[in-house]
């Protein structure tokens, strides 16, 4: 079929409301994708973008069952469980928005670092943002595609291992500038600036990059005296500060950042908006993004780089785990081979309370029990959840949402084994990819 028919055989798709117009969408090349964008109404534009997320949505929910049913069968817990056609659903989405716009987007590597899908992952992303010399490393190794650094200090020791495995470094005051700026202005690699935006509506402390004396980002005042005396080496911007947020906050922060620093935007060759943005999350507003990004470049002339972690692996990956005992203190505890405190630690930095399949609240279900993790850590407690049976030993708990910030914030305290990694693959079937032992806790204490 030559691609004026296959151009012609998907706006037909889209104009039916066909579900399969958005698997259509994907299968074409970038440049026929690009006709047919540039073939839709803007009303088509708007089907064309829901079928993508009712298709994308319903692919997840045939996912969570396969989850149970692996869950149910002969695998070795705890386990984290990475559905890798998730991903790659997710990772359509963020193509779509790259088509729409010709933004470049990056997988932040602090979130999700299990190189074992990177190939698929590159496939559709840029490539990857890193926090430091290991991260940087990982993606110039493992994703082969650009690498984009940012740390809030570099030092001697790793700074020209950081600048080989980028394409750009981001600095994180003028002092450090001054220090690396020439080195990596030498090697190529372009230099970008991160600045604080001044406005954040990100609720916890712990987490607002805006927050009351934050280390994150030069200040305007600082800014404004210092930017004219490096202007000429400076590729571009960089700011973040949402967490697991919709497109109307971006808008928010946009409005801010253009207040604070407008006059420095035009001529450099590139804004980075950071990360914090789910965009494949089910209620997140795409069209809001595309129409950011877009009347943004148009203004300023610039390229503009997107770097969401979650949204990549979000609600793709689960953590199976398993009852070793019940014990009784006033309320029934089921003691599982899953760590709170080592292997979903958010739960308790955050906190939070994970999901698990088939579960209610507290008391919403028949049978209500502590779920608890087996360190001597007396609050390695993942939360209070209700079942319709009672639990029994043995039985197996799928936690939802694992694949981000837990593979990658996992530790052996207590000498407690890191959970296996395994990957679904396109098809169904289930490879282990990384087991861990004692090994892995000897050599990470002397």
């Not at 001044?198 to 005042?221: F, H, K, W």
């Not at 505890?333 to 739960?347: F, R």
């Not at 209070?384 to 981000?404: N, W």
């Amino acid at each position: 079929m030559t691609a004026d028919k296959r151009i012609e055989e998907i706006i037909r798709a889209i104009s039916a409301k066909d579900t399969n117009a958005a698997d259509m969408y994907h299968a074409l090349s970038g440049e026929t994708r690009q006709k047919v964008l540039k073939t839709l109404s803007a009303d088509g534009l708007k089907t064309l973008t829901k079928l993508i997320k009712e298709n994308k949505k319903k692919r997840f929910a045939v996912a969570n069952k396969r989850f149970l049913e692996i869950a149910a069968g002969d695998v070795t817990t705890p386990v984290y469980l990475i559905d890798e056609t998730l991903i790659e659903e997710n990772m359509r989405v963020l193509q779509y928005v790259k088509d729409r716009t010709g933004c470049k987007i990056f997988h932040a590597l602090k979130s999700y670092a299990s190189f074992a899908t990177f190939p698929m992952m590159a496939r559709y992303l840029d490539g990857t943002c890193a926090s430091g010399l290991n991260e940087a490393r990982l993606g110039y190794e493992e994703f082969k595609k650009e690498v984009h650094t940012f740390g809030a200090a570099y030092t001697d020791k790793e700074i020209a291992e950081i600048l080989r495995c980028s394409n750009s470094i981001i600095f994180n005051s003028f002092y450090q500038l001054e220090q690396y700026g020439k080195a990596a202005w030498k090697s190529g690699v372009q230099i970008g600036l991160r600045v604080n935006p001044g406005y954040a509506e990100v609720t916890t402390d712990m987490y607002n990059p805006c927050s009351p004396n934050s280390r994150l980002g030069i200040i305007q005042e600082i800014f404004n005296k210092e930017f004219p005396k490096h202007k000429g080496i400076i590729d571009g911007l960089h700011f973040h500060a949402m967490c697991e947020q919709n497109s109307d906050v971006l808008e928010r922060i946009l409005k801010s950042f253009e207040k604070l620093y407008r006059p420095y935007i035009k001529g450099l060759k590139w804004v980075n908006f950071g990360g914090g943005h789910h965009i494949t999350r089910d209620d997140y507003d795409i069209g809001l993004l595309i129409r950011l990004v877009n009347t943004f470049k148009k203004k300023y002339g610039v390229q503009v780089y997107l770097e969401p972690g979650e949204a990549s692996v979000l609600n793709a990956g689960v953590l199976i785990a398993s009852v070793l005992d019940i014990v009784q203190n006033e309320a029934e505890v089921a003691i599982i081979d899953a760590s709170a405190e080592t292997h979903m630690p958010d739960v308790l930095l955050m906190p939070y309370r994970p999901n698990i399949m088939e579960s209610g609240q507290a008391n919403e279900k028949k049978h209500t029990y502590i779920i608890a993790g087996p360190s001597c850590l007396a609050g390695d407690v993942v939360g209070d959840y209700s079942f319709d049976e009672p639990l029994k030993r043995g039985d197996k708990l799928v936690f939802t949402d694992m694949a981000l910030y837990s593979i990658v914030k996992s530790t052996t305290f207590n000498g407690i084994n890191l959970p296996d990694i395994a990957v679904v693959r396109d098809g169904g079937e289930v490879e282990v990819i990384k087991q861990f032992g004692y090994k892995e806790y000897r050599n990470r204490q002397s």
